[in-house]
Structures are given as C-alpha cells and as structure tokens.
C-alpha cells in the first residue's frame, strides 16, 4: 500500500515526541514493504525557530533517512498564546493541503496526525482530492486540552471548535486513538465505536533498555547515595510541578534529589519558586542529547509522570512508555481513573499520588526509599508490561493493519 503520513513534526526535530512517532511508523511500514512518503513542515520545534539550514524556504523535496519527505512553510513560534498558536497550526494545515496536491505517487491512505485539529479538515480534503483514505491518529482530545491548559478561553471559539471536532470525527475514514478513555470519550459524543481503534503510543525496546543506575548521567548529578527522581520532558503548563517543589520542601532535610530535565515555557517560574524556597536538593537541567536520554531515566531511583488534573482527562503523556522500557518504578502524579492511574495500576510498576498533593508526594517518596526491592520489582514489572503492550513493532503492526484494513473497505 501507499501511504502519505501528515505530521507538523518530523526529523531532525528530537524533542518533539511526534517527530519521533513519525519516522518510526514511516521506517517500520517501508521495512514492512509499503511505500511510505511524509508530508511535514520545516524543522523548528522547541525553539519556534526554522532550523538553519531550512530558513528561507517555502517548499522542498528531499530524503531523509531513506524517506522521502515534502517539507512546507509554517509559521513558526514558540508562543502557547491563542493567536500565535493558531496561525502556527492554521498555516500548516493551508500549506500542507496545497503541498499534499503535488505529491507523489497518489496514496492509496493519509494518515493524519493530531494535533491540530485543524489537520483534520486538510485531512478530509485531500484525501477527496487524491481519492486517498484518510485515518487520524488522536493524540490529545482538542478543544478540551486547549481549554484545559487555559490557551483557550472565548465561548465562541470553543463551541467552534467542538462543532469541527465532530465534522472531523463524521468526515474521516477512521480514527486512532491512544487510550481507552479517549475512545470513550468519542463514543459519548457520536462516533460509532466500529470507526474507532486504541493503538496506545510506544517506546524503542532496543534503544531504551534496562541498565545500571550507576551510569555518567548519575555520576554528574552527584547524588552521593540520595534516593533520586528524575523527571524529563516538557516543561508546559499541564506539566504540573509545582507539587513537586512541595515535596522538596518538606523533604530538605532527608536523603532525596529532585532532578527536572527539559525546557517550556514554565521553567523560568519554577525556577525562581525553588530559589524562593532555598531548595537545594532540586537540580534543573537542559534537555539532554537524544543519544543520552536512556542514561537519564536509568540514572533514576524513580521515573516521575505528572499532568494537571484538568490534563490529565485529555492527554495522555508518552513518555511513560519510555520510562517502563527503561525498567524503573514510576511516580505518577494524577487524578483518580486517568489513563495514567490505570496503566501504572495494570501494571504494577509504581505509585501514583493525587495531583496538588505534596504532603502525599512526601510520603511516597519516603515508602518507595525504605522499600528498595519492592522499588525493584515494580521496575521489573514496568519493563515487562511494556514489552507485553507498548512495544514500537507491536505498535506499528497494529497500524499497519488498521490501514490495511481501511483500504481494503473502501474497494
């Protein structure tokens, strides 16, 4: 089959955990036999800056890896404000509608990955234009993350959105989606369940594995023996740290580091709220080269998880399969019958603490520190479990199917 996958992300973007989804499915369905193309726009995430090789530019063709690639503009910013966000996310659904004409061959599927909603109507036109099936890969249930995260507040432009949310969801071929509980919440809103599959998002079990803790990434932190948590990723504001800071505070005099890796738009106040408090026991650090990224979760006593309770019902964070590959227990702050809570519960493999809690984050932090073996199984656990359910070529194949599958209905 013939596929043209959409994303706004793809490489050299490294932190943007769509990018790497993206090339993975891309690599895997052309190692399966299937000609896979990608449609995507120029490099410049986090940053909000085009990549330098890429500026100045508002179409190209190149290869990537072995992939063939139509890059096109965006308007590129790092702002999480209304305005900039939606011509970020609007200009890249214009541009990737008229680069999607051009392409070739025709594919035989689009699959779309969301967000932006916005995609979606490219989605749906293109697939008209090019005769093409179109399924959407659902990574946040939007207008609600928007507005959750507060980036979305006019009672208009919510009821829009909703509006083509639903369009959307009528208009495509068929729909994937990263947890049960958002496959519920499309269901309460009219989608026929038939249309809708939970492919859950995945690591690389041969480059996240489970290692010593005692690695380079450990030795700089300088723990000197202190329990450690480690939390990596982005700093945003469903992020949902401040609890943590909480935490270190009532811990300041007991043998625990908080390390808090990564970079956003909320790591400024954090910053200075630790400095407020005086405490020396949190460490913040850069995002890490991609190449390191295994070392940094290994280094880890426990692996942290944390969004916002509002967050938390539409988003489900990937990097907690990255955490479960590399086999360490894992601390998950989280509302009660969140995606999040079930996985950790299903799998046993840690803790989970309520949001907005710091005193109950204490607490688990100390149980977990007398507790080391239990600690261990509950790593040992995590690593199983993934391989079980969440591994990158159980993953794929399910998506392979999926199309296959939808292919296959429309002749």
């Not at 006019?154 to 909703?162: G, H, S």
């Amino acid at each position: 089959m013939r596929v043209l996958v959409v994303s706004p992300h793809y490489k050299p973007e490294e932190v943007a955990a769509a990018a790497t989804f993206v090339q993975e499915i891309a690599v895997d369905l052309t190692a399966m036999g299937h000609d896979v193309s990608v449609l995507t726009a120029f490099p410049n995430y986090p940053t909000g800056k085009i990549f330098e090789p890429y500026r100045g530019k508002v179409f190209q063709r190149e290869n990537y890896s072995g992939i063939p690639l139509t890059r096109v503009w965006i308007y590129a910013t790092a702002s999480k404000r209304f305005w900039p966000r939606l011509l970020n996310f609007g200009s890249f659904s214009v541009t990737a509608l008229l680069g999607g004409l051009v392409t070739r061959p025709r594919p035989d599927a689009l699959y779309v990955m969301m967000p932006p909603l916005t995609l979606g109507i490219t989605g749906v036109l293109l697939g008209i234009a090019r005769r093409a099936r179109v399924v959407i890969n659902v990574q946040d249930i939007h207008p609600y993350a928007a507005v959750a995260t507060g980036v979305l507040k006019n009672k208009r432009a919510i009821r829009f959105f909703e509006w083509l949310e639903k369009w959307i969801y009528r208009h495509v071929d068929h729909i994937v989606v990263i947890s049960r509980g958002f496959r519920d919440n499309l269901i309460e809103k009219g989608t026929p369940p038939d249309k809708i599959s939970v492919v859950s998002n995945w690591a690389d079990p041969d480059f996240i594995t489970p290692g010593p803790r005692e690695n380079s990434f450990r030795q700089q932190l300088g723990a000197d023996g202190r329990f450690t948590l480690v939390y990596s990723g982005g700093l945003t504001h469903n992020s949902n740290l401040e609890p943590v800071l909480g935490a270190a505070d009532l811990l300041r005099d007991e043998p625990f580091e908080f390390v808090i890796v990564g970079d956003g738009v909320r790591k400024a106040d954090l910053q200075v709220m630790a400095a407020e408090k005086h405490l020396d026991n949190v460490r913040f650090l850069p995002f890490q080269p991609l190449e390191r990224f295994p070392d940094v979760l290994r280094a880890a006593d426990m692996n942290l998880v944390t969004l916002s309770a509002q967050a938390a019902l539409v988003s489900v964070p990937s990097k907690i399969f990255k955490q479960m590959a590399a086999g360490r227990p894992i601390l998950a702050i989280t509302a009660h019958d969140t995606e999040i809570e079930r996985l950790v519960s299903d799998a046993n493999c840690g803790l989970t603490v309520e949001p907005d809690d710091p005193s109950g984050l204490a607490e688990a932090l100390r149980w977990a520190a007398d507790h080391p073996e239990e600690c261990a199984r509950q790593g040992v656990q995590a690593r199983q479990y993934f391989e079980q359910y969440h591994s990158r070529a159980l993953c794929v194949k399910q998506l392979e199917a999926i199309l296959q599958q939808t292919i296959a209905h429309s002749h």
